[in-house]
């Protein structure tokens, strides 16, 4: 069974920073696709960034130049750096790992970006 542990989360000022991560142990064969997702309440998930396998990153509208996402895969992890938050960031934090035909899901970290 794959499993994700999450940290990082927490409680910072606007304009701080935070810096989260996700591992992924287990039974371990091929990752694709790593990525975070966020929701905050009452509002829908959404991707906030992703890295392939190959190293093709996407980041949404409103976290370019501010996040940055990487990936080592010696560890299974992937890394998002967070850099000039704003209060808009709130939400939970949900990391995302794709393996061949299926996915696993984290349990979700919150972060608090406060004004």
């Known amino acids: 069974q794959v499993q994700l542990v999450e940290s990082g989360g927490g409680l910072v000022q606007a304009g701080g920073s935070l810096r989260l991560s996700c591992a992924a142990s287990g039974r371990i064969f091929s990752i694709n696709t790593m990525g975070w997702y966020r929701q905050a309440p009452g509002e829908q998930r959404e991707l906030v960034a992703d890295v392939t396998r190959g190293g093709m990153i996407y980041y949404a509208d409103s976290v370019k130049g501010r996040f940055t996402i990487s990936r080592d895969n010696a560890k299974n992890t992937v890394y998002l750096q967070m850099n000039s938050l704003k209060p808009e960031d709130t939400a939970v934090y949900y990391c995302?790992?794709?393996?061949?035909?299926?996915?696993?899901w984290g349990q979700g970290t919150k972060v608090t970006v406060s004004s």
């Open positions: 995302n790992v794709v393996f061949p035909g299926y996915n696993y």
